[in-house]
């Protein structure tokens, strides 16, 4: 490890400065001041070279490894954090979900039933209905039916179509864990730098919510690690398609 850029006698002159006449107990308070400035500084540090190493392709237990801590613990410190009970203004909830990730959680409603919430597993249903999307992709990638998924969760198959309108979504109950989903979908939305919300933020926002049914996808191989690499193959794949085209 090499030496800090900045040495401990630089700092204490440092705070010195900042009060020539000031007494020792002045100096400690600016001592904590400057102190709170190093420890943001650190993370934001630390924070961008852990947005290379994510841009780059490393996974979060890579670059947990790398800084000796479990991948939730880096994921906790580094991923953007939203308010569960608020997540959006209650005019916008939905405007910004791609018209497929709108009919994904119309066909959620729907498997989950007439005035039933809908849960983690009823999302993980409703990405089947939009075969063409990245989720349903990637899904499909690890080796996973459609038949596969209704039968681990239980569920009977949606056969709703058409766009589904945001409106119409606002009426829909989330169970706790619902919204926890949608919390980490928007997560995922934010730590990604996406302007919208699609079906592969839903995916991800379903992998995150710790429960049984992000362990069943882990145990059927779609785990955070696959989904997380395997969505941003395909998010890079339609992005050169667009500029190809």
């Known amino acids: 490890m090499t030496n800090s850029p900045v040495s401990l006698d630089n700092l204490i002159?440092?705070?010195?400065?900042?009060?020539?006449?000031?007494?020792?107990?002045?100096?400690?308070s600016a001592?904590?001041?400057v102190s709170v400035r190093l420890d943001e500084q650190s993370d934001a540090l630390i924070g961008h070279f852990v947005d290379r190493a994510r841009r780059s392709g490393a996974s979060w237990s890579q670059i947990g490894a790398s800084m000796g801590v479990s991948k939730q613990a880096v994921q906790k410190r580094f991923v953007p954090r939203l308010?569960?009970?608020n997540l959006v203004p209650e005019d916008q909830l939905f405007t910004r979900f791609?018209?497929?990730?709108?009919?994904?959680?119309?066909?959620?409603?729907?498997?989950?039933?007439?005035?039933?919430?809908?849960?983690?597993?009823?999302?993980?249903?409703g990405l089947l209905t939009e075969p063409a999307g990245i989720a349903a992709t990637v899904i499909h990638g690890?080796?996973?039916?459609?038949?596969?998924?209704?039968?681990?969760?239980e569920l009977e198959p949606a056969t709703v179509g058409g766009d589904a309108d945001p409106a119409a979504l606002r009426e829909l109950g989330f169970t706790p864990d619902g919204k926890v989903a949608l919390r980490e979908t928007l997560r995922a939305v934010l730590r990604l730098g996406h302007n919208?919300?699609?079906?592969?933020?839903l995916l991800l926002g379903v992998i995150y919510t710790e429960g049984e049914v992000a362990r069943k996808l882990e145990e059927?191989?779609?785990g955070a690690d696959f989904a997380e690499q395997a969505?941003?193959?395909?998010?890079?794949?339609?992005?050169?398609q667009r500029q190809a085209g």
Do not use: C, M, W
Not at 142 to 153: K, P, R, V
Not at 196 to 201: I, R
């Open 142 to 153: 690890a080796g996973l039916t459609d038949e596969q998924i209704y039968a681990a969760f």
């Open 31 to 33: 001592a904590v001041a």
């Open 196 to 201: 919208y919300v699609g079906t592969e933020h």
């Open 220 to 222: 059927l191989g779609l």
């Open 231 to 240: 969505l941003a193959a395909e998010i890079a794949k339609v992005k050169a």
């Open 13 to 28: 002159a440092f705070v010195e400065a900042l009060d020539p006449s000031g007494g020792p107990l002045d100096n400690l």
């Open 83 to 85: 308010d569960a009970d």
């Open 98 to 125: 791609t018209p497929r990730a709108r009919n994904v959680l119309a066909a959620a409603g729907q498997i989950a039933g007439p005035a039933n919430p809908i849960g983690p597993a009823e999302i993980t249903g």
